[in-house]
């Protein structure tokens, strides 16, 4: 026997992900491996990913694998370099989120009196509708059914119905949707899961129903014994499947698992399984309060994925008898507001408002050029793993694809996917795109992606190994088959072609040739393709920088893949904690290169790109737009900040700053250079039109400053409204604003200010302002920054008199827009 000892390394513990990986690695031996957790002294079938999230393994647990048989050598071998190596990576599972941020209940909302009740926040955001239980379907009526001599073949084929199933699903699933629901099938198709059920009706004499529902108690009787959060979470998906199985195998005696929802609902649950959730209408689903949900539930990742706030920490039972009535779930406060009146109605409807004139700003400002200060065109794109997220990478601005990783149509399945999935999948991408360039990376799989229906062999460093291009010749099939599917699809719009990992020029000739092949195939057949498909490149092993002017001659476009290259230029494995300290891209040598890269190229007419982690840091662009690139792509939600700061920078400064910076002798000295660059956000005016609004819906003092304060950051002048709205309260009770022929001044200085402002608004009707000098239809609100030089005394007086002018007073209550008010201040007044 042979033992190889490990501290685990995982953050969230052994949870399905992990376990289904090491799993894998330790089934493709002979040998019998145990799974030993010496801190809790549990043991586990190393090849049953069951078994080994049922150890309870936590982060740091001192651990041991156990190895006896025929091949205990080879085994112990290769299994000490995947725990060393890439054990830490199958921890796919994101660390827990932060709780989204809090706000204090606004002064605006606390003067009306709601009736509240307080929880914590799970998913942020403002949902308003009908407070509804949700109708739990009991299991207790499956455990009663008898036992069938037929019970064993109907398993495996109720197994199989599900496994197809959730296959099925993760066809047409992108983002969370489809991890979790990988996760599921995973799960199910795990030996033990099923070695289980039949256990417990051979020993135990239970019928299959019994058996499948003793089966998930058990295992959720050891995750809920767990000390970690994420694995007591887990339960969730145990119950999920166990439930599906019981419904798939007896149609005719579950009720239907999803609740239709008729009307705008506020969902009340213990808990809900991600396919509980997934059944939901999501259009009438406005909110959900679940008592029992923690901050790692699948379900509530699905949530925030779907934009539907939630809470926490209010019980069913404490809400049950509120059931049918009016309620407003506030995730940005942490509360429930029970039967709202007008007055919080009216709150919420200008909550909703800004809301809505935020996410219009962010897509106004997303859909502009990425330009810089000097007109310097610098596209911006999106790196994506399905056709599920472009949508979403266009709607925050991304003027093409940079990067469509493919290999994610090859994980997770028993098979490769075939031509005509394929053709769909980039179809899909390509008229989401609307003839923005879309570039498909060819599959790189194999190293440190292994697929098991390929069997490649374990290697001691796949990053260094068998992968991408490398294994392209043996599986020259599977490579075909995706040219075709991207040739195809490349004939509905604009799509480019890279491959990655290449090293050499006949490398490139080598797929040039086989590109050719592939287009007289089409063409003999008669099918559609693209006639013309640019071919580029990623440029992250260090020797193509030599010879990257030969590499002009046959390609059309180079793309950087940061995050290797810095490893292989430093020889440094980012995922090994006692060297990662050492991976940094922004270094004398990192930036000579690329610099190199980009001068060659350029001089040869060929454009470069940045697809690499490296393109979406903010603090960097400087630095990228100074070495002058032509495209940066990152994740979707990087674009919108990057492509703001982009207009704030002069790219001769920039080119100024990059020649300075691949002068310095150290990576310290550039991050000395780059903090002394930041470039100075532009001073915006004090009287803006964007600042001055006519609304209908402001009827009470309330909603005016609120309105006001939260329009403010809607156009980038605070960050933290309600903070700047409790300054402008708290001066109110000093002294009333009201001074009289219908017109208030709420002022303040302020900390939470970022741009000085005067804010103006003309109400439909007058209202109480709370103030001896009677109502009020005009409010002018002065906010200055605490550090202002304006002295805002000066500025109110200045108002205060003009407002004495009859003829003044006439002028500015005639004006019938926001236009004509900016133009009479900006005659009348001096500021």
Request: aromatic content about 6%.
């Amino acid at each position: 026997m042979l033992t190889i000892p490990f501290l685990c390394p995982l953050p969230n513990g052994l949870h399905a992900r992990p376990a289904w990986e090491l799993k894998e690695q330790c089934s493709q031996w002979q040998s019998d491996i145990r799974f030993i957790n010496h801190r809790l002294n549990s043991q586990a079938d190393a090849k049953s990913s069951l078994a080994l999230i049922g150890t309870g393994t936590l982060f740091n647990d001192s651990c041991s694998l156990e190895i006896t048989g025929s091949d205990e050598e080879q085994a112990r071998r290769a299994l000490e370099n995947y725990l060393e190596h890439r054990f830490i990576d199958s921890d796919s599972e994101q660390p827990v989120n932060a709780a989204p941020l809090v706000q204090p209940l606004p002064r605006s909302l606390s003067r009306l009196n709601p009736d509240l009740l307080v929880g914590n926040v799970l998913a942020g955001g403002i949902g308003s509708g009908v407070l509804t239980l949700w109708q739990s379907d009991s299991l207790e009526s499956y455990r009663a059914i008898a036992a069938s001599p037929e019970d064993n073949t109907r398993l495996e084929h109720s197994l199989a119905a599900l496994a197809e199933q959730f296959n099925q699903q993760l066809q047409v699933l992108g983002g969370e949707s489809k991890t979790i629901v990988s996760a599921h099938l995973s799960l199910i198709q795990d030996e033990e899961f099923a070695s289980n059920i039949r256990r417990l009706m051979r020993e135990s004499r239970l019928g299959l129903a019994a058996a499948i529902i003793v089966n998930m108690e058990q295992i959720s009787e050891k995750l809920s014994a767990s000390s970690s959060e994420y694995l007591r979470e887990r339960v969730s998906d145990i119950r999920d499947i166990s439930e599906q199985l019981l419904h798939i195998t007896w149609p005719d005696r579950c009720k239907k698992v999803s609740q239709t929802l008729t009307r705008p609902t506020l969902l009340i649950a213990e808990d809900l399984t991600p396919s509980q959730f997934l059944s939901l209408d999501l259009s009438q689903l406005n909110g959900m309060v679940l008592e029992k949900t923690g901050r790692t539930s699948h379900t509530l990742i699905l949530a925030r994925a779907s934009s539907v706030p939630v809470l926490s920490g209010i019980s069913v039972a404490q809400l049950a008898p509120l059931a049918g009535r009016e309620a407003v779930l506030d995730g940005q406060c942490g509360v429930l507001v029970m039967q709202p009146d007008e007055a919080i109605k009216g709150y919420y409807a200008i909550a909703r408002q800004l809301a809505d004139n935020q996410a219009r700003q962010q897509a106004q400002a997303a859909a502009l050029p990425a330009l810089s200060l000097d007109g310097k065109r610098l596209e911006v794109a999106a790196n994506i793993g399905s056709a599920l997220e472009a949508p979403g990478a266009f709607s925050l601005g991304a003027e093409g694809v940079g990067l469509f990783r493919s290999e994610m149509l090859y994980m997770d399945r028993e098979r490769a996917p075939d031509e005509q999935e394929q053709f769909e999948a980039y179809q899909q991408v390509l008229l989401a795109a609307n003839g923005k360039p879309v570039i498909f990376r060819t599959m790189d799989i194999g190293g440190d992606k292994p697929l098991p229906y390929l069997n490649i062999p374990q290697e001691e460093n796949p990053f260094l190994g068998y992968r991408a291009v490398r294994i392209y010749p043996e599986f020259a099939d599977l490579f075909r088959t995706q040219l075709r599917a991207i040739l195809r699809a490349g004939a509905f719009g604009n799509a480019l072609l890279m491959i990655p990992m290449v090293h050499s020029l006949d490398q490139i000739l080598w797929v040039k040739q086989e590109l050719e092949r592939v287009r007289a195939q089409l063409q003999s057949q008669g099918l559609r393709y693209a006639a013309s498909l640019p071919l580029g490149i990623m440029v992250e092993v260090p020797s193509v920088c030599y010879i990257i002017d030969h590499f002009c001659d046959e390609v059309d476009f180079f793309s950087i893949g940061s995050n290797d290259m810095t490893q292989y230029l430093y020889a440094v494995d980012r995922n090994n904690p006692r060297v990662s300290p050492l991976y940094n891209p922004i270094t004398p040598s990192f930036l000579r290169m690329l610099r190199q890269i980009v001068s060659v190229a350029h001089r040869h007419g060929k454009w470069v790109g940045i697809c690499g982690e490296l393109g979406g840091e903010p603090r960097y662009l400087p630095l990228l737009l100074g070495m002058e690139l032509d495209e940066l792509s990152m994740s979707g939600p990087r674009i919108p900040a990057i492509k703001s700061l982009l207009r704030q920078l002069d790219s001769q400064a920039c080119r100024q700053l990059a020649d300075n910076a691949c002068e310095c002798r150290s990576a310290d000295d550039i991050e000395t250079l780059l903090a002394d660059f930041a470039p100075q956000e532009d001073a915006r005016p004090l009287l803006a039109l964007e600042n001055i609004c006519f609304l209908d819906n402001l009827t009470r003092k309330e909603q005016v400053i609120q309105y006001l304060c939260g329009n403010l950051a809607v156009n980038g002048r605070t960050d933290r409204p309600v903070e700047l709205e409790e300054d402008i309260w708290q001066r109110e009770e000093i002294v009333t604003t009201g001074v009289g022929f219908g017109v208030a001044i709420p002022h303040t200085k302020s900390p939470w200010i970022r741009h000085s402002s005067i804010s103006i608004a003309r109400l439909p009707a007058p209202i109480d302002w709370e103030s001896e000098m009677g109502e009020v239809e005009l409010v002018i609100m002065l906010t200055l920054g605490e550090h202002e030089a304006i002295n805002h005394v000066k500025v109110f007086s200045q108002l205060a008199r003009k407002l004495v002018n009859k003829a003044f007073r006439e002028s500015l209550f005639s004006a019938r827009d926001a236009q004509a008010i900016l133009d009479l201040l900006n005659a009348e007044l001096t500021f």
